[in-house]
């Protein structure tokens, strides 16, 4: 369903939304990601912020400090010595917050799953996870999809009442 | 009353914009001034070895494209060779050349991450951008060849998985002509800038005799002015057939072997690999791109150490073999690895910012320090 | 620049009782030395003139996984006895020669010298060979765990009869 503010008013001047969708509509164009790279995707996502990709023609810009982000792209295998630094930084994080899980390693353990000793199978055992990204590594437009679809996420939410 | 004073310890990382993956670095200080540098490793500790051992031989491919990962081409490439070394198998000339054509693509697209992220890390923006148009067009190369952007999967023991597109070499070409005024402008935009030199000239000095104690291999044992290259100090595949230089250190800007030298010996490295591939590209011969290997591989009972010269430096293999299909243990020599003990080394005496700078001129992977 | 075999005789000259013996596999021959002389032997190959080993390539610790195997009702392994080696690949720069060492030492007690002293490089690889394998340095300045936690108690997980835990700090690990 369209909101109000995809409306067209040919008066100009005039902008009728819900207070929701407003507040929506600010917060999903301005997800800045928290610039933390762990693997093989973090270059994906790397290249995905450059050049070709441009990610910040969605908003997402990376800040250094989990107390200024909204989303953390979980991008790379996660080992059990770095899962708690992980659940840290996501603690660190002030809410609303949003988690994409990017590739196998983060979804399910990718191939270490097996005999990888030291890797978590899959980032949801320690955060909750809001968007999955497969691939292996996934291409930029798959992030970029997952991003779409977290956004969609967020013009979705509500204020008053929990949605999931 | 003199005041008192005490040393501090600074955590950086392991979640932090410029060490370049999940490193944590522990930073004795005297004011700015850095007393001791205690790397922490293991963030990224992914039991390639462990897996190495659950796998059979073909299957260890997968896992060493994701090592290093800025240069798969080049893991694939170090244990193809010395797979075929330890089998006894010829490979069709058509095969090295693309392995070697691919291999130095890949050497391009690693420098290019290297370079951009260290004018990044240091405060320059555009050359990050500029570095990363040129690299997406390797990359659209390799997806041509194999279908895949990061992870390739592309070199088989005796062989290739798919041949070369039709439209690979003309797109090569084509890439080649572009590139090389492309190098030209990365120096006059970061090379020669004034910031940029006075961040990192005189600055993480490696002197020859400590860097080959530390067994540093790669463009920072060339940029301390060793001229050592495994291509053409122990040359494997068909690195013999071509014409190229070894760039060194010169101390152009500062001190032999600083930050700066370890920069422009990748920035000429680039240079020389664009040479390999434009011969390679004119010597391609036609032909089969599969060697008549047995199904089963088994090596014979017995171990070997093969090498290569990776992006970052000396990749090595042990593979130990007891007949039968999976290796009894694979040991891999990361080059960052052994790049990065000498790093708290580089760091003493320096000022706090200048970690950032030593840090991106070792160009190190996490994915291959850690394994 | 020196054959193996050339650089065995040297050895076996210098060390009769420490260079222990000389096996000539094709693909890659091997000298066996005590663990104990390991530092001794490999500063001469340093220093003598001739041979000049400038650089260690890689060191690597093995489990043999030749003990007595017992096989566990839940399908794993236990091994007793046998050993853990050591493997060093020296190159020489200047002489453009390469050998390869090899030191075995017990399952139960595996201790070897350090050559930390001899090649910076080997103070990371000795930590590895630590912490993937339990290999015991001696005279090492700082023998701690370098990849996993350091308060993993597990065991060490390259070793062939290894069984990982059940959680770490409350993860669960297995699939």
């Keep these: 369903m369209k909101s109000l503010l995809d409306q067209e008013f040919t008066d100009g001047n005039i902008v009728i939304a819900k207070t929701e969708d407003l507040l929506n509509w600010a917060r999903l164009s301005s997800l800045w990601q928290l610039g933390f790279g762990l693997a093989c995707c973090a270059i994906e996502m790397m290249a995905t912020s450059a050049s070709h990709y441009d990610f910040d023609r969605f908003g997402v810009i990376p800040r250094p400090s989990p107390r200024q982000a909204d989303i953390i792209i979980i991008s790379g295998t996660v080992t059990l010595k770095m899962a708690t630094r992980i659940k840290r930084l996501f603690e660190q994080m002030p809410e609303p917050k949003y988690i994409i899980s990017m590739g196998s390693c983060s979804n399910c353990g990718g191939p270490y799953w097996q005999h990888g000793y030291h890797v978590l199978k899959g980032i949801d055992r320690v955060i909750p996870v809001d968007v999955y990204v497969p691939g292996c590594p996934p291409r930029p437009e798959a992030l970029l999809e997952g991003l779409l679809k977290l956004q969609e996420k967020v013009r979705n939410e509500s204020l008053v009442k929990k949605t999931l | ?239 013999d057939r071509f014409d190229f230089e070894i760039p060194v250190g010169t101390g152009a800007q500062g001190t032999l072997g600083d930050c700066w030298d370890r920069y422009f010996v990748r920035v000429r490295e680039m240079e020389e690999s664009v040479k390999i591939v434009e011969q390679a590209l004119d010597q391609l011969p036609e032909g089969d791109i599969n060697a008549a290997i047995p199904k089963r591989i088994k090596p014979p009972v017995g171990s070997i150490y093969g090498r290569v010269e990776n992006p970052k430096g000396e990749l090595g293999y042990f593979i130990m073999s007891d007949g039968s299909t999976n290796p009894f243990r694979v040991k891999l020599r990361g080059p960052s690895f052994v790049n990065m003990t000498v790093f708290g080394e580089l760091c003493k005496g320096h000022l706090i910012a200048d970690v950032i700078a030593i840090l991106g001129s070792v160009d190190i992977v996490l994915g291959e320090v850690d394994r | 620049m020196k054959t193996r075999e050339e650089i065995f005789n040297i050895l076996k000259q210098e060390f009769p009782q420490d260079v222990l013996e000389f096996q000539n596999i094709p693909t890659e021959p091997i000298i066996t030395v005590n663990p104990l002389a390991i530092h001794r032997v490999c500063l001469f190959l340093r220093e003598t003139a001739g041979l000049e080993f400038d650089t260690l390539m890689c060191l690597s610790g093995v489990d043999d996984a030749n003990g007595e195997k017992t096989n566990d009702p839940d399908g794993s392994v236990t091994i007793k006895g046998g050993t853990l080696s050591v493997y060093y690949h020296l190159h020489s720069m200047k002489l453009d020669h390469k050998v390869t060492l090899r030191v075995s030492t017990p399952r139960e007690d595996p201790e070897a010298e350090s050559v930390e002293s001899i090649w910076k490089c080997a103070d990371w690889h000795e930590r590895e060979a630590y912490d993937m394998i339990g290999i015991i340095f001696l005279h090492h300045p700082d023998l701690r765990r370098i990849l996993m936690p350091y308060d993993w108690d597990a065991g060490y997980p390259l070793r062939k009869d290894y069984k990982n835990p059940e959680f770490y700090q409350g993860m669960k690990v297995p699939y």
């Design chain 2, 1 to 239: 009353m003199a005041l008192k004073t005490e040393e501090m310890v600074l955590n950086m990382g392991p979640q932090h914009p410029s060490t370049h993956g999940v490193l944590r670095l522990e930073v004795e200080l005297d004011g700015e001034l850095i007393i001791n540098v205690k790397p922490h490793i293991g963030y990224l500790h992914r039991c390639f070895e462990k897996h190495c051992e659950a796998m059979t031989y073909p299957q260890v491919i997968p896992y060493t494209d994701r090592l290093d990962y800025l240069s798969s081409m080049y893991n694939n490439f170090g244990y193809v060779v010395t797979m075929e070394r330890f089998l006894g198998i010829q490979v069709p000339e058509r095969v090295e050349y693309i392995r070697v054509i691919m291999g130095e693509l890949q050497r391009i697209a690693s420098h290019l991450i290297a370079l951009g992220t260290y004018g990044l890390d240091i405060g320059a923006y555009t050359p990050f951008l500029y570095c990363f148009r040129d690299r997406e067009t390797i990359l659209s190369l390799f997806e041509m060849t194999c279908g895949a952007r990061l992870l390739y999967n592309y070199m088989w023991v005796g062989g290739l998985s798919h041949d070369l597109h039709p439209d690979f070499v003309p797109k090569c070409r084509e890439f080649l002509k572009v590139f090389k005024p492309n190098i030209t402008e990365l120096n006059n935009l970061l090379s020669y800038n004034k910031i940029f030199v006075e961040r990192t000239a005189n600055i993480g000095i490696l002197p020859a005799e400590t860097a080959i104690n530390y067994g540093i291999t790669g463009p920072m044992l060339r940029g301390s002015g060793v001229k050592w290259d495994l291509r053409k100090n122990d040359p494997y595949s068909i690195y």
